[in-house]
């Protein structure tokens, strides 16, 4: 049977906003994330990448440590020689014994497992996807067992560099929120009055949330 082949990297698909046309709208039209940008580092835009191999980075990384996670997919990788790329075909083939073997979790193994079969569905087209509304994209993916809304929001964020994502449930937006914007709320209310606040920040609230992250010199983290 022939596999799915790999692409490492995609173009964008559609024309992308300068970033001092992002930066620009961000900071008049919010003073206080106009002082976070001003006092951050530029940021560059994010590469885009390949939506399979980012999933199963995604699922790997789940409640472990930067480092552990690099050297577990280093493991995973060789288990797919010659190059490392894990072909959805080779990935539904193997069991939680051989997973075991680099670490995996047999509740990962079954995310992993997972997100190849959506691929061999021809599920994870990049055009197509790349084109898709927040809501629609974040429905999409989390038809795969061990995919939530945080991930799904990551990955339109980073591997699709889309420029309107809002990640209220990330622990970090949340942090940086509450610092600067001095929020008391929590739970429920917290999430309200943080979408309140981004409103204005649109279409370029996934660059807003780089620089919340950054303001706490913090890397995404989901929601426990």
Same mark, same amino acid.
């Given at each position: 049977?022939?596999?799915?082949?790999?692409?490492?990297?995609?173009?964008?698909?559609?024309?992308?906003?300068?970033?001092?046309?992002?930066?620009?709208?961000?900071?008049?039209?919010?003073?206080?994330?106009? &002082?976070?940008?001003?006092?951050?580092?530029?940021?560059?835009?994010?590469?885009? $990448?390949?939506?399979?191999?980012?999933?199963?980075?995604?699922?790997?990384?789940?409640?472990?440590?930067?480092?552990?996670?690099?050297?577990?997919?280093?493991?995973?990788?060789?288990?797919?020689?010659?190059?490392?790329?894990? $072909?959805?075909?080779?990935?539904?083939?193997?069991?939680? $014994?051989?997973?075991?073997?680099?670490?995996?979790?047999?509740?990962?193994?079954?995310?992993?497992?997972?997100?190849?079969?959506?691929?061999?569905?021809?599920?994870?087209?990049?055009?197509?996807?790349?084109?898709?509304?927040?809501?629609?994209?974040?429905?999409?993916?989390?038809?795969?067992?061990?995919?939530?809304?945080?991930?799904?929001?990551?990955?339109?964020?980073?591997?699709?560099?889309?420029?309107?994502?809002?990640?209220? &449930?990330?622990?970090?937006?949340?942090?940086?929120?509450?610092?600067?914007? &001095?929020?008391?709320?929590?739970?429920?209310?917290?999430?309200?009055?943080?979408?309140?606040?981004?409103?204005?920040?649109?279409?370029?609230?996934?660059?807003?949330?780089?620089?919340?992250?950054?303001?706490?010199?913090?890397?995404?983290a989901p929601e426990q």
């Amino acid at each position: 049977m022939a596999s799915v082949p790999h692409t490492p990297a995609f173009a964008p698909t559609s024309a992308e906003p300068s970033p001092d046309e992002a930066i620009r709208h961000l900071s008049q039209a919010d003073p206080v994330l106009a &002082g976070i940008i001003a006092r951050g580092r530029p940021i560059q835009p994010s590469a885009h $990448e390949d939506l399979y191999l980012a999933l199963l980075r995604a699922i790997v990384s789940q409640q472990i440590s930067t480092k552990a996670a690099a050297a577990i997919w280093r493991k995973v990788q060789a288990l797919f020689p010659p190059d490392g790329y894990p $072909e959805p075909l080779a990935l539904v083939e193997l069991t939680d $014994e051989d997973l075991r073997t680099a670490g995996i979790s047999r509740q990962k193994a079954g995310y992993l497992r997972a997100i190849a079969d959506f691929a061999l569905r021809d599920q994870l087209d990049h055009a197509h996807l790349s084109q898709l509304p927040e809501d629609d994209f974040t429905r999409h993916l989390t038809q795969i067992k061990g995919v939530g809304r945080w991930t799904a929001q990551m990955l339109q964020m980073f591997a699709l560099d889309h420029p309107d994502v809002f990640a209220e &449930g990330d622990l970090g937006v949340q942090n940086a929120m509450r610092r600067h914007y &001095g929020l008391q709320e929590t739970d429920r209310a917290l999430l309200r009055r943080m979408t309140e606040i981004a409103e204005p920040w649109r279409p370029y609230r996934s660059l807003a949330c780089k620089y919340l992250w950054q303001s706490l010199d913090n890397t995404p983290a989901p929601e426990q």
